[in-house]
Each structure stands twice: as C-alpha cells, then as structure tokens.
C-alpha cells in the first residue's frame, strides 16, 4: 500500500490550497482518512479527518478554514484550505486506516510541504 501526496507549495498569507492523497496497493476498504501536519521539531498534530461515512473532525486551528473531504472509490482524500496563515506551514502527512487482505493498519505518505509566506 502506498500513499502520494500532492498540492503543497508556496502561498501568500490569505491564500488557498488544496492537497491531494491517492492510495494504492492491495486495499480491500479505507475505514477513516485524515491530514496531519508537523512543523519541525515538534509533534506531528491531526488537522482533520474523515470517515467512510462522511463524518468529519477538525483541529480547532483548522475549523472553518479548512475541508477535508474524500472520493472513496478512487481512494483518494483531500484537504481546502483557505485564508492560509504562517503558522499553518508545516509538511503536511495524508493518512489511511484501512484494511489490505485480511490486515488492517495504518499507513502515512511522505509528505508534502506547504510555505505560507509574502
């Protein structure tokens, strides 16, 4: 199993993203997605996540400027964010609870950086 990122760069303070994360690999079913975000030195700390079922949760820094969403056939999740803040920049990390054959694990992708700066 594998996770890709996409979508992080550079914006200006106030400015939008969207992140992308494709799965792939031997997935039998995706129970909940989720971003992470780690700024370096410190913990890596949960931004949002989603569940099959639509059910969403936010970090409180994230509410209402950022939406998590997911196209479960194409095992992908994605993440809006707007009204971007310098303290938003970090490596942003996709996230998978899933089930591959009969196993069933968490899997994280490499990352993505977003840079929120003018």
């Known amino acids: 199993v594998q996770l890709v990122e996409s979508g992080g760069g550079l914006v200006q303070p106030g400015g939008s993203l969207r992140l992308s994360c494709v799965a792939s690999?031997?997935?039998?079913?995706?129970?909940?997605m989720a971003w992470y975000r780690q700024v370096s030195g410190k913990q890596r700390e949960l931004v949002a996540s989603?569940?099959?079922?639509?059910?969403?949760v936010y970090a409180d820094s994230a509410r209402g400027r950022f939406s998590i969403s997911r196209d479960i056939d194409r095992k992908m999740v994605f993440l809006q964010m707007s009204s971007l803040e310098p303290e938003d920049a970090a490596v942003y990390y996709c996230n998978m609870d899933l089930w591959s054959g009969p196993d069933r694990s968490t899997y994280w992708g490499q990352g993505t950086q977003v840079t929120v700066s003018s």
């Open positions: 989603i569940t099959r079922y639509g059910s969403a």
């Open positions: 690999g031997n997935i039998n079913s995706i129970n909940t």
